[in-house]
């Protein structure tokens, strides 16, 4: 886990965001143990937690596939697991467990984006807000 962190943070110094693409998937992702599915599980609720394979590949994408540049370096890349927090608790423990756990977390809003920018590059989670959809204050 260190060294694929420290890889992260070297490659983030970089500004040549084609090479950055290339190295990252090269980063073997880690599975998710069904204990930590199941903590998420009781965060959000079972009916929150998604899984299957269809629905991370299609959550999994923005407009990319535009770019022909961009569409091979990312067509391969999916999240382990999307998750549908709807309180700002939930999204709060979704967040710590993954820090605590060191999972990759990324956001996911209407996927409307074109450039890849909510790709999940390392697998991991995908954080969809769409339920979090009032405004507190």
């Given amino acids: 886990i260190e060294k694929r962190r420290n ?5 983030n110094s970089r500004t040549n965001s ?15 143990s069904t204990t930590l599915l199941q903590e ?10 998604i899984t ?4 991370l590949q299609n959550n999994s994408r923005d407009c990319y596939w535009f ?8 067509d391969d890349k999916v999240a382990d697991v999307m998750i549908r927090p709807a309180t700002v608790d939930e999204l709060r423990s ?5 820090a605590k756990e060191r999972i990759p ?5 209407a996927g409307t984006g074109n450039y890849g920018q909510g790709i999940p590059m390392q697998g991991g989670i995908l954080l969809s807000t769409k339920r979090l959809d009032h405004i507190l204050e």
């Fill in 67 to 74: 770019s022909p540049i961009l569409k091979p370096q990312l």
């Fill in 105 to 109: 977390v990324t956001l996911r809003g």
């Fill in 40 to 49: 998420l599980r009781t965060i959000v609720g079972d009916a929150h937690v």
């Fill in 52 to 55: 299957d394979e269809t629905q």
């Fill in 18 to 32: 084609s090479e950055t693409l290339k190295q990252l998937s090269l980063i073997t992702p880690m599975p998710l």
């Fill in 7 to 11: 890889l992260f943070v070297k490659l």
């Fill in 94 to 98: 979704v967040i710590s467990l993954a």
